[in-house]
């Protein structure tokens, strides 16, 4: 049972001998049924144990937290690790209907970016940014779903830095034969949401044992990425279905580009200007006539 689990059941259990019978049926359906309520609506929830709505909510607020909201987050955490996608899949068939499915899933990942901006830490994000303007080498590791954030910053990345290198994680001897030379020169950038990677963690802290900056991107302090990184910085990734959210942990690594150019402006104008021109010699760009026709 993780930390986050802990926390709620004790919340619940501090709480019982002050509970009406209609906040004790929640609280003993929350404890059997966790993966579910993670994902049901107030109204549901209150529906599903006969109990209204403003019930449910006050419950939430009776055992420590801001609303109905902040409690299913709570419950997502503690089942995130855990669920296969085939659990996750039904699940989400189980609780929206077809119709509603591009509406909440669009609502999901903008509250995902607003939670994002108001919790992670921006003296973090800018002394990560600070320590990468003067590293020999740069690593970026992402696996799984992961990887694809991992290729979007290795592109840009090597617009920037003279030395990146994406390391490929399909293996952990391959990892480690990729990072051999790493050391405190160099940064290790890794990028993992639950279900964690543990070939990443592992390299992670192979990286730290070497002395090299560490930045873990990933979604919780309690993550194992947490306790090797020298820098954490945290992206909210809630699932959506069988799919993972990864508009935040994207924007954050938009973010992270562009303050990593402007702050290296005039190495990256350079790098830049020489592209462009290779990209005209050779047409690697369709030119688009801006005439009306």
């Given at each position: 049972?993780?930390?986050?689990?802990?926390?709620?059941?004790?919340?619940?259990?501090?709480?019982?001998?002050?509970?009406?019978?209609?906040?004790?049926?929640?609280?003993?359906?929350?404890?059997e049924h966790y993966d579910k309520v993670a994902f049901m609506t107030a109204s549901k929830l209150g529906a599903?144990?006969?109990?209204?709505?403003?019930?449910?909510?006050?419950?939430?607020?009776?055992i420590g937290y801001s609303g109905y909201p902040e409690l299913q987050r709570a419950m997502k955490e503690m089942i995130r690790s855990r669920l296969t996608s085939v659990q996750r899949l039904e699940i989400t068939s189980q609780n929206y209907q077809t119709s509603q499915l591009l509406s909440a899933v669009l609502n999901q990942d903008i509250d995902i970016i607003r939670r994002t901006m108001e919790e992670t830490s921006h003296e973090a994000f800018y002394q990560a940014a600070d320590s990468m303007l003067h590293v020999r080498k740069v690593y970026i590791l992402g696996a799984r779903s992961s990887q694809a954030l991992a290729t979007f910053m290795a592109y840009y990345f090597n617009l920037i830095f003279e030395n990146?290198?994406?390391?490929?994680?399909?293996?952990?001897?391959?990892?480690?034969?990729?990072?051999?030379?790493?050391g405190e020169e160099d940064a290790v950038i890794a990028i993992s949401f639950p279900r964690y990677s543990r070939k990443v963690v592992k390299a992670l802290h192979f990286a730290s044992d070497r002395k090299a900056k560490v930045i873990a991107i990933t979604d919780s302090p309690l993550s194992?990425?947490?306790?090797?990184?020298?820098?954490?910085?945290?992206a909210q990734s809630d699932m959506a279905s069988f799919v993972d959210s990864?508009?935040?942990?994207?924007s954050l690594i938009n973010a992270f580009i562009v303050t990593i150019a402007i702050k290296k402006k005039a190495e990256v104008s350079q790098n830049l200007l020489r592209l462009e021109e290779i990209w005209d010699q050779y047409g690697v760009y369709e030119k688009v006539d801006d005439k009306e026709t």
């Open positions: 049972m993780n930390r986050m689990n802990i926390q709620l059941i004790a919340r619940i259990h501090e709480k019982m001998p002050d509970f009406s019978k209609g906040q004790r049926r929640i609280a003993k359906y929350i404890e599903t144990v006969g109990v209204s709505e403003s019930t449910v909510v006050r419950f939430a607020t009776e990146v290198q994406m390391v490929n994680c399909t293996s952990e001897a391959e990892i480690f034969e990729q990072m051999v030379n790493v194992p990425l947490a306790e090797p990184a020298t820098y954490l910085l945290l990864l508009v935040a942990p994207l």
